[in-house]
């Protein structure tokens, strides 16, 4: 990584994104407000993760202080992380909580911040993703928790990969809009669940609306987890292929069933699909193809050192979607991160990171690569 990190203010984490038809950068982020704001259920108090917030003071008519917590686990640790929680003048603004919510960004990567919704600190698209429902707080909610795993851009249309609910999914599925991520569906009849490896799909993105891709398939990754809740036990990855104009149809999928001599085998059937060799994740991670080196790349956010002791990223390789994949690297830092699908250059690509040992929000990196002959 040879330049600063830039932080863009929007509070949330995962940041799956693409670039669509309309040049702007799409992302989604999960468990947030995906703005520099106090986060509330009711709309007239802060509300926390787990259970509304105690101790807060109203500042200013609609502007609240937050004090920390004995206990600071969860979203009260990221939130303190990355806004000010100590000084007793500083307030913030409620913005409803959302289990996962959608931006959209214009202009160069990483300076988004000097676009307009940025400036106003306003960038939302949508929220509740794919479609509104309960929020996750009780006692008198019910939980939904979709989460994003990956978004592509294809063609007029976005197509979404969630999965419910978060960490141990019981369901993988997509969903799609036509307005630009203002309005989703949800695609029912999904077979992705149970014990099935594709319940948390990551779409390989391939440029601006996909424009890279040269043989008609859209390629995902998946894995059965959104993180391996004891850090351990990497998740092996599996890959799947659609034709482009039926990512939204579940029997039209093909599972990589088999590798011989480096010449992939396909089966409509994912009980079949194989692990890809060298690959491996202790959380969601991302893919896309590289045009200027001309390799796919998967970055994982959280992976551990040889002898265990210790968490950071690492970044993956590969000449084709089916391997062999390699590791190219690690990567500083212990989080959820996601290539970001524009602004890639010759050797280099922007990656985006939250929590962890990041703050709470948007984070914007860029890894440079040097590619041996």
């Known amino acids: 990584m040879t330049r600063d990190v830039v932080t863009l203010h929007f509070l949330g984490d995962l940041w799956a994104n693409t670039w669509a038809d309309d040049d702007r950068l799409y992302l989604s982020w999960g468990d947030g407000t995906g703005r520099r704001c106090a986060p509330t259920i ?3 108090e802060p509300g926390a993760f787990v259970s509304p917030w105690r101790g807060f003071t109203k500042v200013a008519p609609g502007c609240f202080h937050i004090p920390p917590q004995a206990r600071l686990d969860g979203f009260w640790k990221q939130f303190c992380r990355t806004l000010d929680c100590q000084t007793p003048s500083a ?47 009780p006692p008198n909610y019910v939980s939904k928790n979709d989460k994003c795993a990956s978004l592509l851009s294809l063609g007029k249309r976005l197509y979404y990969a969630g999965f419910t609910p978060n960490v141990d999914p019981h369901e993988g599925y997509v969903a799609l809009s036509d307005d630009h991520g203002r309005t989703w569906t949800k695609v029912m009849g999904s077979p ?13 993105n391939m440029g601006r609306n996909y424009d890279q891709n040269k043989d008609g398939y859209v390629y995902a990754l998946a894995t059965r987890l959104e993180l391996e809740k004891t850090f351990s036990e990497p998740q092996a990855l599996y890959l799947a292929r659609v034709r482009k104009g039926a ?33 491996s994740t202790l959380a969601t ?79 914007i990196g860029r890894i440079d690569m040097e590619v041996g002959r």
């Open 285 to 363: 991670g991302s893919a896309i193809y590289h045009a200027g080196i001309g390799r796919y790349l998967f970055l994982a956010g959280v992976m551990l050192s040889p002898r265990g002791e210790k968490r950071h990223g690492a970044l993956f390789e590969a000449p084709n979607p089916w391997g062999p994949w390699k590791l190219a690297g690690e990567i500083p830092g212990d989080n959820i991160s996601a290539f970001v699908a524009k602004g890639s250059g010759p050797g280099s690509v922007f990656f985006t990171s939250a929590g962890g040992t990041e703050t709470y929000e948007l984070n």
């Open 247 to 279: 990512v939204a149809e579940y029997g039209k999928y093909e599972y990589l069933a088999a590798l011989e001599n480096g010449r992939p085998s396909w089966s409509l059937e994912s009980t079949r699909a194989i692990p890809l060799a060298g690959l």
């Open 192 to 204: 992705w669940t149970g014990a099935c490896p594709f319940r948390v799909v990551m779409f390989v």
């Open 42 to 44: 009711d709309n007239r």
């Open 91 to 137: 307030c913030y603004r409620l913005c409803p909580f959302t289990d996962s919510g959608l931006i959209a960004l214009s202009g160069p990567v990483p300076d988004f911040a000097k676009t307009e919704c940025a400036q106003a600190g306003d960038c939302i698209v949508s929220r509740d993703l794919p479609t509104p429902g309960a929020l996750p707080f």
